[in-house]
T-cell receptor, first 114, second 113 residues
Framework: AQSVTQLGSHVSVSEGALVLLRCNYS??????LFWYVQYPNQGLQLLLK??????LVKGINGFEAEFKKSETSFHLTKPSAHMSDAAEYFC????????????FGTGTSLTVIP | DTAVSQTPKYLVTQMGNDKSIKCEQN?????MYWYKQDSKKFLKIMFS???????INETVPNRFSPKSPDKAHLNLHINSLELGDSAVYFC????????????FGSGTRLTVV
């Protein structure tokens, strides 16, 4: 079965600092990888996705993620944190080898300190 | 137009009651889902359904049942509500190929008292 591991359930950064949220997946076949963001009291919104094209993927709100097959990782980064980035972030894996079912990580709560 | 809409947004009810949450998508997607998000924000798949197949997570109590009158709707019925059912329930939809990702509704916060 597929699995997704998000290291760090809580991450705090200062406003203007680098944001790094970690995600590792288990798959023998490169899957589709996604990052979703959930703002307080809202649903999940797609930030970006990797689907076997460019390994560096750019998403909304200045976020990007790099697919590294050798490390089975898909870490999410943003050069400069903004207060509005405070939210819950979920990594997910899917693809033909999962029957197109999504497997979500346990989420990382990002706090931005003024 | 909201792509995936859920009603109600908030639901407070007493133990033992039966309630329903409605979900509608206007994206023309083939598959719809129900997720439960607990107080620790963990997302748990409950059901996935398309016009051919219902897949049930075996850990979901049979008090929960999805009902789909048509391809654009997937409602969630819950019988004999328990305190532990309190959570946020999300509806989502996708095309048959997960390449495009899921589109989520804004959630229904269920509180059982």
């Amino acid at each position: 079965a597929q699995s997704v591991t998000q290291l760090g359930s809580h991450v705090s950064v200062s406003e203007g600092a680098l944001v790094l949220l970690r995600c590792n997946y288990s798959s023998s076949v490169p899957p589709y990888l996604f990052w979703y963001v959930q703002y307080p009291n809202q649903g999940l919104q797609l930030l970006l996705k990797y689907t076997s094209a460019a390994t560096l993927v750019k998403g909304i709100n200045g976020f990007e993620a790099e697919f590294k097959k050798s490390e089975t990782s898909f870490h999410l980064t943003k050069p400069s944190a903004h207060m509005s980035d405070a939210a819950e972030y979920f990594c997910a894996v899917s693809g033909p080898n999962t029957g197109n079912q999504f497997y979500f990580g346990t989420g990382t709560s990002l706090t931005v300190i003024p | 137009d909201t792509a995936v809409s859920q009603t109600p947004k908030y639901l407070v009810t007493q133990m033992g009651n039966d309630k329903s949450i409605k979900c509608e998508q206007n994206l023309g997607h083939d598959t719809m889902y129900w997720y439960k998000q607990d107080s620790k924000k963990f997302l748990k798949i409950m059901f996935s359904y398309n016009n051919k197949e219902l897949i049930i997570n075996e850990t979901v109590p049979n008090r929960f049942s999805p009902k789909s009158p048509d391809k654009a709707h997937l409602n969630l019925h819950i019988n004999s509500l328990e305190l532990g059912d309190s959570a946020v329930y999300f509806c989502a939809s996708s095309q048959a190929n997960s390449y495009y990702g899921y589109t989520f509704g804004s959630g229904t916060r269920l509180t059982v008292v």
